[in-house]
């Protein structure tokens, strides 16, 4: 018997890019009669584990396993529950995906808190949402949505608008788009941009390359014309093509996605200026045929009078998250099967991939691991193949730390990363340390001294 493998959706990369196109017909299948399923998931139980506010996320998951006839329980914010005497996700989940329920969807403010909870639940995790890292269901909705209006996605020109940093809904959708080939043009407001971790990530995982991306025809989006940056998908990897900027004219728009402020991450920061798409933005021609995309909420970014534009689908999107969450639950908890292959790496890495990092902790102070995690998280870290100086990223949050100093674990002995010694130390006797001082003190030295 094929071993039975636990299919949590943490990253948008858990699900391989047939897995996904395979799921959108089965959507199609749930949509054309949101009624006739009621009998797929009887007996089930989703547990909905809150701890930020959500009016769609949570509420279509609830639908969608009302509709394939299964039950709900759920725990709406963090307040009512007991996070607020201070137990931790882990528990939580162990708890509550013990015999409570038979699947788990998890919003939490903290980035990498879905991979903890992936960790300790021994039923399926969702993420919906983690702090500013990924919210994957999202991005199943969005690409759904962009697949039905558009028939495709490889080549589409995508615009990525406003709060790029924050946005976890922005960072789960550029790399799905990178890995079917979508273009994406990125219109942060101005410091606002994408974080470098996910900058790497695309060029390095989807050998993303990049230039500046001449925007004249859209006034009023961006702060300037040259803050728009063009990203292509490339198949295969390309790398190191950050550092040569070409310039695009982008004169044809599939898309313009829109972020709200995320104002709960970036508390003070004044965004008096932020972008907003009117009817005259949307007047221009490169925007004939581009979609108006919103994952929602929707503060001030998008004018009401372009509701009753055909182009605007932001409600069509929310709309299209019932039967796509029905068909992602129906194949986690094992109700359909997907012919696609799933992708080679789940969350679970090969031994040798795998690191406690030693010296390193995590950069990223918003990470579960630099705060509750503090409590009980070992250390865990991927050491990214074929990179030098040696990369590593964070097993939780994903978030990367160059590492210029490894040491053997048992000898205590410290090299350059580059030294000859570092490649006779088996990769699990290597110990990792982003600087010397830090290498010191955790008792490692150079051999001679
Ligand atoms: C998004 C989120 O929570 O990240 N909302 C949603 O789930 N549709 C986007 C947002 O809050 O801005």
Request: aromatic share 8%.
């Amino acid at each position: 018997m094929a071993e039975h493998v636990k299919r949590d959706l943490v990253s948008i990369e858990d699900l391989s890019s047939a897995e996904i196109l395979e799921l959108f017909h089965h959507a199609d299948e749930f949509r054309a009669n949101l009624h006739a399923w009621s009998d797929l998931c009887r007996g089930t139980i989703m547990a909905t584990l809150f701890f930020e506010p959500s009016t769609r996320t949570r509420l279509s998951f609830e639908s969608a396993m009302l509709r394939l006839g299964g039950g709900v329980i759920t725990a709406a914010d963090g307040e009512s529950t007991s996070r607020a005497k201070g137990e931790s996700l882990a528990d939580t989940v162990r708890v509550v995906g013990g015999s409570y329920a038979d699947i788990l969807v998890v919003r939490h403010p903290e980035d990498g808190a879905a991979r903890v909870a992936a960790r300790y639940a021994s039923v399926p995790v969702i993420n919906g949402g983690d702090g500013a890292h990924e919210h994957p269901t999202q991005t199943l909705c969005d690409l759904y949505t962009l697949w039905k209006e558009k028939g495709r996605l490889e080549g589409l020109e995508v615009v990525l608008c406003g709060d790029l940093r924050y946005s976890r809904t922005i960072h789960s959708f550029c790399y799905a788009l990178a890995r079917f080939g979508a273009n994406i043009v990125t219109m942060p407001y101005p410091g606002f941009e994408l974080p470098d971790y996910v900058l790497q990530r695309l060029r390095r995982d989807f050998g993303v390359s990049a230039a500046t991306a001449a925007m004249g025809d859209l006034p009023g989006l961006a702060g300037s014309a040259n803050s728009a940056a063009y990203l292509t998908a490339h198949k295969p990897h390309q790398l190191a093509l950050f550092t040569k900027l070409g310039n695009v004219e982008v004169s044809h728009i599939d898309a313009i996605y829109m972020t709200r402020a995320q104002r709960e991450r970036h508390e003070g920061q004044d965004t008096s200026d932020y972008p907003r798409l009117t009817r005259s933005t949307m007047g221009a021609a490169a925007a004939k045929d581009a979609r108006v995309m919103h994952p929602l909420p929707r503060v001030d970014e998008i004018d009401y009078d372009l509701d009753d534009d055909p182009r605007s689908v932001y409600f069509r999107q929310a709309e299209l998250g019932v039967p796509m969450r029905m068909a992602l639950m129906a194949f986690v908890l094992g109700k359909i099967q997907l012919r696609a292959e799933r992708p080679e790496l789940l969350s679970v890495m090969p031994g040798d991939a795998r690191s406690s990092g030693g010296g390193l902790r995590c950069r990223n102070e918003r990470c579960i691991t630099n705060s509750e995690g503090v409590r009980y998280l070992e250390r865990d870290f991927r050491v990214r193949p074929g990179v030098t100086p040696p990369v590593l990223s964070c097993a939780y949050c994903e978030r990367e730390i160059e590492a210029h100093f490894v040491g053997h674990v048992q000898s205590r002995i410290l090299h350059r990363y580059n030294a000859a010694e570092v490649r006779r130390i088996k990769p699990e006797n290597r110990v990792y340390f982003e600087t010397e001082d830090q290498a010191r003190a955790a008792g490692f030295a150079w051999s001679n001294g």
